[in-house]
T-cell receptor
Framework: DAGVIQSPRHEVTEMGQEVTLRCKPI?????LFWYRQTMMRGLELLIY????????DSGMPEDRFSAKMPNASFSTLKIQPSEPRDSAVYFC????????????????FGPGTRLLVL | QKEVEQNSGPLSVPEGAIASLNCTYS??????FFWYRQYSGKSPELIMF????GDKEDGRFTAQLNKASQYVSLLIRDSQPSDSATYLC???????????FGAGTTVTVRA
């Protein structure tokens, strides 16, 4: 089975440009999570969706960041305008929140998108 | 107080030794606990979960949970150079599906 798919894998852009990151969760999973990872701040949860509905966006740093999940198999994270401090690895993860084993909170991560804003 | 705290390391152990990683959590309502391994430049990979007090063994890995002390640990027996990675402890806040991650402990196994 395919795991979580993210694109692009690498993105280099200039400050002020719009950046769109994409994620396809594992088929059948109903929760999707966007994380950002840096050496300084570690792994930070930005936002998560359950059944395509945003549940918690308290980690979204500011209005420049937005995320959508138009259907169960696709989500985007957009940064507009981008700034050098947005440079990080962005991970998407998904889970199946149905209880049982493994636990509902078990998340599976995609390969990540390495973003560099110059 | 952070929701999940790990001893930051780095931890260096000789090949064949036991590596011991520790994690504490603040939310008494947390029910399940996870250990992820992250190789440099890669994404976190689930290696174990535990939700009952006591020990859970999977190959060379043993997770230990003590809910009274709000403590979870991971033991890696017969450490191999391929175990060199950062290990992340995670727990969900009560009544939530998201995970709070610790800062990670970097383990280096010396050949």
């Amino acid at each position: 089975d395919a795991g979580v798919i993210q694109s692009p894998r690498h993105e280099v852009t200039e400050m002020g440009q719009e950046v769109t990151l994409r994620c396809k969760p594992i088929s059948g999973h109903n929760s999707l999570f966007w994380y950002r990872q840096t050496m300084m701040r570690g792994l930070e949860l930005l936002i998560y969706f359950n059944n395509n509905v945003p549940i918690d966006d308290s980690g979204m740093p500011e209005d420049r960041f937005s995320a959508k999940m138009p259907n169960a198999s696709f989500s985007t994270l957009k940064i507009q305008p981008s700034e050098p401090r947005d440079s990080a690895v962005y991970f998407c993860a998904s889970s199946l929140t149905s209880g049982g084993i493994p636990p509902s909170e078990t998340q599976y991560f995609g390969p990540g998108t390495r973003l560099l804003v110059l | 107080q952070k929701e999940v705290e790990q001893n930051s390391g780095p931890l260096s152990v000789p090949e064949g030794a036991i590596a011991s990683l520790n994690c504490t959590y603040s939310d008494r309502g947390s029910q399940s606990f996870f250990w992820y391994r992250q190789y440099s430049g890669k994404s976190p990979e689930l290696i174990m979960f535990i939700y009952s007090n006591g020990d859970k063994e999977d190959g060379r890995f043993t997770a230990q949970l003590n809910k009274a002390s709000q403590y979870v640990s991971l033991l890696i027996r017969d450490s191999q150079p391929s175990d060199s990675a950062t290990y992340l402890c995670a727990a969900p806040p009560s009544n939530d599906y998201k995970l709070s991650f610790g800062a990670g402990t970097t383990v280096t196994v010396r050949a």
